[in-house]
């Protein structure tokens, strides 16, 4: 149980440090509390001891996020500039697999609160319907999901959003 996310620290060397918070994703509360005074967290909210070092962006977005376990995922700059992300997975069932099948979009706030994610998770939860009705009377495969969110997410959500091509 928690709200799982994964944090990712820049390196000076451009790599990155990936750490892990159990309770991260909560309200997307993280972004104001990784700090230079505190780069983990206040009572360490985000685990101190990476999990992985030396991965760049699309290493991680391939082979280390899950997109249904993870619901935050948040990049910290080395002068602790904190960019918030929500996980978009492009399967359909679990088949479809989990790691290294999705999307991060930036998750916007207003007034310290993070105002888009309903309106991104709803948008998802539809175009998933559709796709899942398509699936069976199309012929669609796991593929054509994966291509049509893609396309569709930067058109959107605009192209700040990271993918495998584009971590």
């Known amino acids: 149980m928690g709200h799982r996310a994964l944090v990712a620290y820049e390196q000076p060397d451009g790599t990155y440090t990936l750490h892990y918070s ?18 983990f967290g206040p009572q360490e909210a985000v685990e101190p001891t990476p999990r992985k070092t030396g991965l760049s962006l699309k ?31 492009f399967g359909l069932d679990p ?6 099948n999705g999307a991060l ?31 069976e009377a199309c012929g669609f495969t796991p593929e054509t999901t994966r291509t049509f969110f893609e396309t569709a997410l930067p058109e959107w959500f605009g192209d700040d959003i990271l993918t495998q091509e584009r971590g």
């Open 22 to 39: 159990q309770w991260g994703a909560l309200g997307f509360r993280l972004v104001d509390a990784l700090t230079e005074s505190t780069p």
């Open 105 to 135: 979009v930036p998750v916007v706030f207003r007034d310290d609160a993070p105002v888009d994610v309903p309106y991104v998770e709803g948008w998802v939860d539809g175009a998933k319907a559709c796709l899942r009705a398509h699936r």
């Open 59 to 89: 290493t991680i977005l391939t082979k280390h996020l899950d997109f249904l376990a993870h619901e935050a995922f948040y990049v910290v700059s080395p002068d602790f500039e904190v960019t918030a992300y929500l996980p978009v997975w």
């Open 95 to 100: 088949a479809d697999g989990m790691v290294g």
